[in-house]
């Protein structure tokens, strides 16, 4: 349980070239949440699912972090117990920027397993059935991007709420906030909290945070280090 957490969402790995969902030319502009990314879709629209997955993970080969990713990463290694990265994202960019520990809620994107066996593989930035022709390698029944879907559980969201157990200081960055809604992590606990976005949202109440920066990560990124290395020096 950290002392401080990170928590990102889509906003962190826009200025890496990743579309995030609902900016204006999101992800969510271009494709039906309810065909692709719904409980269920996988059992009625297969072959469409899994082609848009195949897409975003063959989009995310040749991205890099950028100075947001690794301005976290390096506060994360200087402070191993005392920080927590968690994020929604579910490309690779903070292990790209050398991040052995983070939490993707979730999933990841490069992963795809079998809901049967449990059977898990990180196919990098492969078709699926490029690598899994002839479906699960060990029960043979059709493999998933291992990706929550919207209506699906998430079982990482405990080891979120365990990390936040202990959580004084919370950094929220590129989220709009619709469907972790981080406004609810705001208790008496928290003594210091700072909110970056690109601009407002309508789902988030920036009065509740002890520091409002609307502005890109990776302009936000220095000061807000700067603000958890004297929250911890203190
Ligand atoms: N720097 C900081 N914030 C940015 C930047 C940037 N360069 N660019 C965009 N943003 C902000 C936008 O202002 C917006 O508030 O990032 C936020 C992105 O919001 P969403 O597109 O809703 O993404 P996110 O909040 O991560 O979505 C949460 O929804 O679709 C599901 O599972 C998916 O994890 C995702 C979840």
């Not at 070239?17 to 996988?42: H, P, Q």
């Not at 994107?109 to 049967?116: A, G, H, I, M």
């Amino acid at each position: 349980m950290a002392k401080v957490v990170v928590f990102s969402g889509a906003g962190i790995s826009a200025e890496s070239g990743i579309s995030t969902f609902r900016d204006s030319g999101g992800l969510w502009e271009n494709y039906k949440i309810e065909e692709i990314c719904s409980a269920g879709c996988l059992d009625w629209n297969y072959d469409a699912t899994i082609e848009f997955y195949d897409k975003r993970r063959e989009e995310i080969a040749d991205k890099e972090p950028n100075k947001a990713h690794k301005a976290f990463v390096a506060l994360k290694k200087r402070h191993p117990k005392e920080v927590a990265l968690i994020t929604q994202n579910v490309d690779d960019l903070f292990e790209k920027a050398g991040c052995e520990d983070i939490l993707h809620l979730h999933g990841f994107l490069r992963e795809v397993r079998c809901e049967t066996c449990g059977f898990l593989d990180d196919i990098g930035y492969a078709k699926l059935r490029e690598v899994h022709a002839d479906g699960c390698p060990r029960c043979s029944h059709p493999l998933r991007p291992n990706v929550v879907f919207f209506g699906e559980a998430a079982p990482k969201y405990a080891d979120m709420y365990k990390e936040l157990q202990d959580c004084e200081m919370l950094v929220v960055v590129g989220t709009s906030g619709n469907v972790i809604n981080t406004d609810m992590f705001l208790n008496s606990q928290i003594k210091y909290s700072i909110l970056n976005n690109l601009e407002p949202s309508s789902a988030i109440d920036d009065r509740l945070y002890s520091k409002v920066l609307y502005k890109k990560a990776s302009e936000a990124v220095d000061e807000i280090v700067g603000d958890v290395e004297a929250f911890l020096e203190n």
